[in-house]
């Protein structure tokens, strides 16, 4: 039986969530998002909160339980909070620059790294060495993040590259003479 599962997800009072067809659309002050529901699992509107259930007693209905429960409570701390990710870039002469639609990262190529933001996306760069991604989508933010980190992940020797704030990135000693 899933803990996590069993605890019901509040709507706070700017939130309004409605479940039509196959699919949960939850609407607040940062947008609407939508999310398609499992026929194993049965979703409750009620009482300003939504329920989220097991529809039957199969293995798959109990192992999706407490995920779908967690997905719904993304969706409502979208709408309201947002989700931001940040990057710190670590290297000598490694920095980013966000333009526009765009976010061009020196990262010791010989060529500048031109990124793309997807729709529904803000990135913004405080200073050179940091990355700030935010948006309404967890999944969304946290897959743009990872794509930006995979140009250079941070490597043990020195520390150098690109890792998620907070990140402990574990030092190897170099060789010994």
Do not use: C
């Not at 993304?74 to 920095?95: A, C, D, M, Q």
């Not at 250079?152 to 020797?157: A, G, I, N």
Request: glycine fraction near 12%.
């Amino acid at each position: 039986m899933s803990r996590i599962g069993k605890v019901p997800v509040a709507l706070p009072d700017n939130v309004t969530a409605s479940a039509e067809g196959s699919v949960l659309s939850v609407k607040g002050p940062k947008g609407t998002l939508t999310m398609p529901m499992l026929d194993d699992i049965s979703y409750g509107i009620e009482d300003g909160r939504i329920v989220v259930k097991p529809a039957n007693g199969t293995k798959r209905a109990r192992s999706f339980w407490g995920m779908h429960r967690t997905l719904v409570q993304n969706l409502v701390t979208g709408v309201t909070e947002g989700f931001t990710k940040v990057l710190e870039i670590t290297g000598v002469g490694y920095r980013a620059a966000a333009q526009g639609r765009n976010l061009r990262l020196q990262l010791g190529y010989s060529h500048d790294v031109n990124i793309a933001v997807p729709e529904g996306l803000e990135v913004k760069t405080p200073d050179p060495t940091t990355v700030e991604i935010s948006g309404n989508d967890r999944q969304r933010v946290g897959q743009l993040a990872a794509e930006i980190r995979q140009w250079r992940k941070p490597e043990p020797y020195k520390g150098k590259g690109i890792k998620y704030r907070g990140e402990y990135i574990f030092r190897k000693e170099g060789k010994k003479k």
